[in-house]
Antibody, heavy 121, light 109 residues
Framework: EVQLVQSGAEVKKPGESLKISCKGS????????IGWVRQTPGKGLEWMGM????????RYSPSFQGQVTFSVDKSISTAYLQWSSLKASDSAMYYC??????????????WGQGTLVTVSS | EIVLTQSPGTLSLSPGERATLSCRAS???????LAWYQQKAGQAPRLLIY???SRATGISGRFSGSGSGTDFTLTISRLEPEDFAVYYC??????????FGQGTKVEIK
């Protein structure tokens, strides 16, 4: 069974750093892109970008380029999303999701349960 | 960046009724690149339809997708209690960002 399990909720202060994780299981983690999606009440679902675990190739949405960093450790089937200096506006639910393969390559076929990030002074 | 506009914002229907949800793109989207998701309160989105009309693994035959070009539709033939949720369309951006619609909430009338 394919599963993506994300790390738990975080409460941080502005200016702090953060790294959240997404661990895949039940499939060959290295050969499927992992995407990150932000969800807020105001903007809905936003595609942040993706990382390919096998070679760490990354694609960032222009809206998030320079604001976050994607990384992976394929030896433990885990992808990461990190911030070096959080802002209050980074408060949101963050999902990792697996990009499908073959004819479903243009969608996300499995999703993590989400990590709620709250940034407040 | 392609903008997806979903309508209506909220659909109030009774169990057993048919639901028709619309997703309109600001420019041409290949049918291969259009997907639909269902999100229930407190849960992650779940893939329903990919390639505009193909059901994802385990998805009930009540759900069907259609459309091409800039106009796409998700139809739920007979609403079951578990179908009341928010539905999002999404397009693959190619060299541009992937984008999602703002969602249609299907609520119990």
């Amino acid at each position: 069974e394919v599963q993506l399990v994300q790390s738990g909720a975080e409460v941080k202060k502005p200016g702090e750093s953060l790294k959240i994780s997404c661990k895949g299981s039940g499939y060959n983690f290295a050969t499927y892109w992992i995407g990150w999606v932000r969800q807020t009440p105001g903007k809905g679902l936003e595609w942040m970008g993706m990382v390919y675990p096998d070679d760490s190739d990354t694609r960032y949405s222009p809206s998030f380029q320079g604001q976050v960093t994607f990384s992976v450790d394929k030896s433990i089937s885990t992808a990461y999303l990190q911030w070096s200096s959080l802002k209050a506006s980074d408060s949101a639910m963050y999902y990792c999701a697996r990009r499908g393969g073959g004819i479903s390559s243009w969608s996300f076929d499995y999703w993590g349960q989400g990590t709620l990030v709250t940034v407040s002074s | 960046e392609i903008v997806l506009t979903q309508s209506p914002g909220t659909l109030s229907l009774s169990p057993g009724e048919r639901a028709t949800l619309s997703c309109r793109a600001s420019q041409y989207v290949s049918s291969s690149y259009l997907a639909w998701y269902q999100q229930k309160a407190g849960q992650a989105p779940r893939l329903l339809i990919y390639g505009a009309s193909s059901r994802a693994t385990g998805i009930s035959g009540r759900f069907s997708g259609s459309g091409s070009g800039t106009d796409f539709t998700l139809t739920i033939s007979r609403l079951e209690p578990e179908d009341f949720a928010v539905y999002y369309c999404q397009q693959y951006g190619g060299s541009s960002p992937w984008t999602f619609g703002q969602g249609t909430k299907v609520e119990i009338k």
